[in-house]
């Protein structure tokens, strides 16, 4: 399989998968994973994520910004893996971009909630899984 068809098998998971699994690093240097609603971004450069600003998984790349993301449809023996960095974002302008109102339920007080965060994951590399081959690709 070629880079493009990898980066185009790659681009069809991040759009179809009903989620992402997100990968940081605790304290003891071990990887921890988490299904994460997949928030349909646009490329695989960047991805974008909501979650609880008190969470585990933030006080993780605080400490270690290195993480990887794997998207998967079930059903399919295909998978996508990134790896890269998580940035927490604060930016309020970025925040009421990826808002969604249904979220008023996990975030009463709405987009201004502080325990709304958002994280950007900015890919460096990539592998697709298929066909029983791996090939890797940049973003």
């Known amino acids: 399989m070629t880079k493009t068809q990898a980066k185009k098998i790659a681009q069809s998971l991040l759009k179809k998968a009903p989620a992402a699994i997100l990968t940081s690093i605790d304290g003891n240097g071990f990887p921890s994973c988490r299904a994460m609603l997949n928030l349909k971004s646009n490329t695989l450069k960047t991805v974008w994520f909501t979650t609880n600003a008190p969470s585990e998984k933030v006080a993780q790349f605080r400490a270690n910004a290195k993480a990887s993301v794997y998207f998967t449809v079930p059903g399919r023996f295909e998978g996508a893996l990134l790896k890269g960095k998580v940035k927490i974002i604060t930016d309020m302008k970025v925040k ?18 502080r325990n709304y965060c958002v994280l950007r994951f900015d890919a460096a590399g990539g592998r697709v899984y298929s066909n029983f081959t791996k090939t890797d690709f940049k973003p």
Do not use: F, N
């Open 96 to 113: 009421k971009k990826l808002w969604e109102p249904g979220w008023k339920m996990y975030y009463p007080e709405g987009v201004a909630d």
